[in-house]
Structure formats: structure tokens, C-alpha cells
């Protein structure tokens, strides 16, 4: 059984979690890129839960990208891929697009993104750019 806890659209083309840099001294740092692309997520899903407090529920995320039509493609192109039948196979992929959305809902949506139990990721092109994003709880009780 499950229950929405939230849902929320992030506009525009998603950005996967980049890997984790070095500089030459050692310190570790993560991609400028990625850092602004949580803080967005982070604060869109603040602003869903409207005032709620983070689960501490086991949790299941579905994930739906939906990237932009390249401006190249042929008319047909274009309605093949408005239509579902061509999907986008270009990055990010999908277990980074989870994982920077899993990480800037961290203490927002839930205590800690190890709740999560479950999670589905879908890829589509879209006239719109975006990310919908939908958490629920998650419980095998029925």
C-alpha cells in the first residue's frame, strides 16, 4: 500500500549527479552543476510539502524526465518523440538523474534518502522540459 507524501514538477532539463572532484591538494568537492541543480530540486520539494515534516517511513520515488525535443529533429522525428515511440537514450542517464533528485530531497522529503525502498525512473522527450517527481510511502501491509 501506498501513500503520496508529495509531488512536484522541476522545470527544465534534469541534471544528473556528477562525480565528486579532486583538486590537487585533495580536497573533494562536488560539480558546481550539481550543487545548483539539488538546491533547485531541494527547494521546490520544500515548497510541496508545505510545512510538513520529512517522513521517517520507508519510501518509494517514481521519477518521470521529460527532456527536450531537439530543435533538428525532422517534423516526423518530433511527433514520434512527442508520442512516446522515440525515447531519449542521451544523458544524463537515469541512475544519476535519480540520484541527484534522492539527494536533494534529503531531510525535506524524508529523514535520510536510505529510506528509500523503491524507485522508478522513466525518460520521455517533451516539448516542455521538465522533471515530475512523485513520493509516496511505502508499506508491503495491504
Given at each position: 500500500m501506498?501513500?503520496?507524501?508529495?509531488?512536484?514538477?522541476?522545470?527544465?532539463?534534469?541534471?544528473?549527479?556528477?562525480?565528486?572532484?579532486?583538486?590537487?591538494?585533495?580536497h573533494h568537492y562536488t560539480p558546481g552543476?550539481?550543487?545548483?541543480?539539488?538546491?533547485?530540486?531541494?527547494?521546490?520539494?520544500?515548497?510541496?510539502?508545505?510545512?510538513?515534516?520529512?517522513?521517517?517511513?520507508?519510501?518509494?520515488?517514481?521519477?518521470?524526465?521529460?527532456q527536450a525535443i531537439p530543435k533538428s529533429a525532422?517534423?516526423?522525428?518530433?511527433?514520434l518523440m512527442c508520442n512516446g515511440q522515440i525515447r531519449p537514450t542521451i544523458k544524463p542517464d537515469t541512475d544519476n538523474c535519480l540520484k541527484s533528485i534522492k539527494d536533494a530531497c534529503n531531510r525535506i522529503v524524508y529523514a535520510d534518502d536510505k529510506q528509500v525502498v523503491e524507485d522508478e525512473i522513466r525518460k520521455y522527450y517533451s516539448p516542455v522540459a521538465r522533471t515530475q517527481v512523485y513520493i509516496y510511502t511505502w508499506s508491503e501491509v495491504q
Open positions: 501506498k501513500e503520496l507524501v508529495t509531488s512536484f514538477v522541476v522545470p527544465g532539463n534534469p541534471v544528473g549527479k556528477g562525480r565528486a572532484r579532486s583538486t590537487k591538494s585533495g552543476k550539481t550543487v545548483n541543480y539539488e538546491e533547485t530540486v531541494g527547494y521546490i520539494a520544500l515548497q510541496s510539502m508545505m510545512g510538513r515534516q520529512a517522513t521517517i517511513k520507508a519510501c518509494r520515488i517514481e521519477v518521470d524526465v521529460y525532422s517534423k516526423t522525428i518530433k511527433e
